[in-house]
């Protein structure tokens, strides 16, 4: 099943966040922080403009404006020529980020205002900072500065707070440091199909610009008449393992195919679980255990779900 695409236009605003394969450090020391700005120096030629970043030791932020460049081609090439420079320096091959970025797509300035604050205070959410201005890789320190990379610029936010570029430098730093109710919540705005922040209305307009959220739409389309047998077949086949042999082998490989048929039944299709456990042949404390542990595994990469929803969509056709 072809991944979900990003939801981008010209001059759309992004926040982008990456994360280290297995939430494990992608920044070691100064010169790694250092090679990951240059890489958005390096490419500032697709001319994009980036309103805030945050580095922390194993994942990013930005937010972003694209233009003319597609945002994929712009993450792709950031990622990639930093995944190449950390893998001959770590002298370890395997993945540095996992999955690809999450992009938001953010409605506007008004917005974005409270995005680039919720970038600029992850320092200090962490515990890694005292005072944010302290924290050395964010952009905290390039508000009102005169020097400043070319590819940054946060003029737009800075003009939600005044005309006058002095005072709206104070009352945008002031809006940053100060605490607020929407801290303790762990994202600041709503975001709809884990894609869009904004409105509402904003979410519908994009979805009927670029078309359904296919990931959606399939699960919610789920039947509700499903045949297990089949299901349970369809997913042994792809593993390489006989129905027949599944529900009695307890190996890793046959554990991890029944946490992933336990998970699309219980989660997905809305079985009870007294079927789930009379079809797999486990106690309720292996099925909660099985469906929490592709749940995190769901969250660390969404080809996780994706590969499951597959699975779904097969017997959806099926079914028609």
């Not at 027949?244 to 998970?263: C, G, M, N, T």
Request: aromatic share 12%; hydrophobic share 30%.
């Amino acid at each position: 099943m072809p991944r979900q695409a990003r939801f981008d236009y010209e001059s759309a605003f992004h926040h982008i966040m990456s994360r280290g394969f297995k939430r494990e450090k992608i920044f070691d020391d100064e010169k790694d922080y250092k090679y990951y700005l240059d890489c958005l120096d390096y490419f500032k030629n697709y001319g994009y403009k980036v309103f805030e970043y945050c580095l922390m030791p194993n994942h990013t932020h930005i937010a972003m404006q694209t233009f003319k460049v597609r945002l994929q081609d712009i993450l792709r090439s950031i990622n990639t020529r930093y995944a190449l420079y950390r893998s001959r320096r770590r002298r370890l091959p395997g993945p540095i980020f996992q999955g690809r970025p999450k992009s938001i797509l953010i409605e506007n300035t008004e917005q974005l205002k409270i995005v680039g604050r919720y970038i600029l205070r992850n320092p200090k959410r962490a515990g890694l900072c005292k005072r944010l201005a302290g924290y050395k890789w964010s952009s905290y320190g390039l508000i009102g500065a005169n020097d400043t990379p070319d590819w940054h610029d946060n003029s737009l936010i800075l003009n939600e707070f005044s005309e006058e570029r002095e005072e709206a430098i104070n009352l945008y730093k002031k809006y940053i440091e100060k605490p607020q109710k929407v801290d303790e919540r762990d994202y600041p705005l709503d975001v709809f199909g884990g894609i869009v922040a904004g409105s509402k209305e904003f979410y519908e307009k994009i979805i009927k610009k670029f078309g359904k959220d296919r990931r959606r739409k399939i699960t919610h389309n789920i039947p509700r008449k499903i045949d297990y047998e089949r299901i349970i077949k369809e997913i042994s086949i792809e593993e390489g393992i006989r129905f027949e042999d599944l529900l009695w082998r307890h190996d890793k490989k046959a554990i991890e195919i029944k946490q992933k048929i336990a998970y699309i039944l219980k989660e997905m299709c809305h079985k009870k679980t007294a079927e789930i456990k009379k079809y797999l042949k486990i106690s309720q404390p292996t099925l909660s255990r099985y469906v929490i542990e592709v749940k995190k595994h769901a969250r660390e990469d969404q080809h996780e779900e994706y590969s499951l929803l597959n699975v779904i969509q097969k017997e959806n056709m099926n079914n028609e």
